[in-house]
């Protein structure tokens, strides 16, 4: 028997009905930030692994130039566009993360919100940045509190997932759908829902793919729902909803409870090294250790780790010397070698050479970690090091709030360091004077009259007319 209870119409219903008015100006300052740092790492991406053989590919997936890829501008049909940009945000493994959802929400949402945004602005309706910063934030609220929700481990890949339901949400906003035909989107979205932890569990490239589909199918999702197609409207608790198939139970509907007093944007935490965010705790606390006490790699004769048991599953792999990209971003032993030698880790240390180095590879193999139980499945933090040196000192740290999240916020002059950082590695690089035009727009976002404008000048850094 069908019933209209399921939680979804409470989820619709705080998408349709909330506007920037209501919205406080910390989750606005936090929404901005979120965008120019997704912009940034997807620009950047555009030079990242397989970016110009998936844009090759999506060329050939329909016809049409209804929005452009970030970075080199190449147009595509909005969907294709969605898929592209969300890829090329992750594909580096450095775009933000809502650390208790274990999800990037914003990946998924932001490409599909432009790409869409991008298409009305051709049919003649412009979309506004006071738009798109409320249906980022809405979006947010969505992908974030349904990753929250959940109540085992990650069984699906949950940052695309519960992105793909943030997408949903922030495109239908754009688009003005209703609360009635907002669930009929996110009912579609579902059955379009997507994203293996095999993906994540070898290394395969699939991994930012899945994120790019699921922003794609928000685009399908939206479309459909507003051309009047629908779906079944129980899709987080009945028999087959999200919460039976995808995640091993969860309340939704207590997180529900949290729409419009809790804004989720402000959770959400930024990246500060281009590798798994499961790793960054380590990180954190091992680079935190050699700035203290002024060690060098060569002084370390080993690293023992204390970890909840999502790190170990996320990022506890071996390190080799023939590794694929994405297998070695989620390797913290290679991540963590690296950055004691370099004092931090850069996108150069992802590749063939780099992973051959025998000092960097011989550190790595004296990191030993340690699973310590706990009751959350979805934990990341803390973290506890002990690093002993030749000399015979033993260090240590615990960590628990760890870099780049709100508690241990990135400074500005970081932020702004690595959106130039990014748009430097853009194919093609995009040069400081529209990389400083774009800061300069999304710090004033409320005022941007069109969007398209973001783009313009994240491809070839000409204003819109």
Known sequence: MQTTDDPIHRFAAHVAGTRLADMPDSAIAAAKVLILDTLAVGIGGSAGPMAAELGQ?????????????????QPLPAAGAAL????????????????????HVMTAILAASLAG??????????????????????GTDVGACLGIAAGGGLRFFRPGTAGGWGAAAA???????????????????????????????????????????????????????????????????GPFGYYTLFEDGGDP?????????????????????????????????ALGLQRAHGFRAADVVAVRLSVPPLIEHLVGRPPKTEMAINYARLCARYVLAAALHGQGVAIADFTDAAYRRAAVQDLAGCVTMEVRSGDDP?????????IALHDGRSLTAQVTDVYGAPQNPMSPDARVQ??????????????????????ELVDHLEDVADVRTLVDVATVGVMTG
Request: proline share 4%; hydrophobic share 45%.
């Open 171 to 237: 495109l239908g906003k754009l688009m003005g759908l209703d609360a009635g035909q907002m669930v009929q989107a996110f009912s579609i979205q579902y059955g379009q829902m997507c994203g293996t932890m095999q993906a994540h569990t070898e290394g395969s490239g699939l991994l930012a793919m899945q994120m790019g589909f699921n922003a794609r199918n928000a685009v399908t999702a939206c479309d459909l729902a507003a051309a009047g197609f629908t779906g079944p409207e129980n899709v987080l608790t």
């Open 253 to 285: 509907e207590g997180v529900a409870e949290t729409l419009g007093q809790i804004w989720r944007v402000e959770e959400v935490a930024l990246k500060p090294f281009p590798s798994g965010r499961a790793t960054h705790g380590i990180l954190d606390g």
């Open 418 to 439: 690595k959106v130039r950082q990014m748009a430097a590695l853009a194919n093609p690089p995009l040069a400081e004077a529209p990389a400083t035009r774009l800061i």
């Open 57 to 73: 590919a999506a060329a050939s997936m329909g016809q049409g130039a209804e929005a452009r890829v970030w970075g080199t501008g």
């Open 84 to 103: 592209v940009n969300a890829y090329q945000a992750h594909c580096q493994e450095y775009d933000s993360v809502h650390e208790g959802a274990v999800a």
């Open 378 to 386: 979805n934990a990341l933090v803390p973290i506890g090091l002990e």
């Open 117 to 138: 945004a991008e298409r009305q602005g051709q049919n003649g309706t412009r979309v506004s940045g006071a738009q798109l910063l409320e249906a980022a934030i809405l």
